[in-house]
């Protein structure tokens, strides 16, 4: 069983940056493709992006292309999102998923089986 965590949430002003972490543990964590998404309340969880197991590879939603990074540290068994230039648009509840699954970077969330319990971030105008 993986348990992940999410922290880093909170309140910033439009262009400002945050930086989110996912600590997991139990499993092995390298052999898990790892992914961030968000959702808002009503609708279906959406891809924000996707790292490898090597993090040598990374996918990124076209809407946050350019102002956020992901990354990971398998030592450490944690993920990263810095997000940079942040919009009131990307508020929303953030959550870091494993998919041990898979071989590549799924953009759908029901290719991810494990999720941490979410993390807010709110970006005022």
């Known amino acids: 069983q993986v348990q992940l965590v999410e922290s880093g949430g909170g309140l910033v002003q439009a262009g400002g940056s945050l930086r989110l972490s996912c600590a997991a543990s139990g499993g092995t964590f390298s052999t898990y493709i790892m992914g961030w998404f968000r959702q808002v309340p009503g609708k279906e969880r959406e891809f924000v992006a996707g790292?490898?197991?090597?993090?040598?590879?990374?996918n990124y939603a076209d809407s946050v292309k350019g102002r956020f990074t992901i990354s990971r540290d398998n030592a450490k068994k944690t993920v990263l999102l810095q997000m940079n230039s942040l919009k009131p648009e990307d508020t929303d509840v953030y959550y870091c998923?494993?998919?041990?699954?898979?071989?590549?970077?799924?953009?759908?969330?029901?290719?991810?089986?494990?999720w941490g319990q979410g993390t807010q971030v709110t970006v005022s105008s």
């Open positions: 790292i490898s197991r090597s993090g040598g590879s990374t």
């Open positions: 998923a494993a998919d041990f699954s898979r071989g590549f970077i799924s953009r759908s969330p029901r290719a991810y089986d494990y």
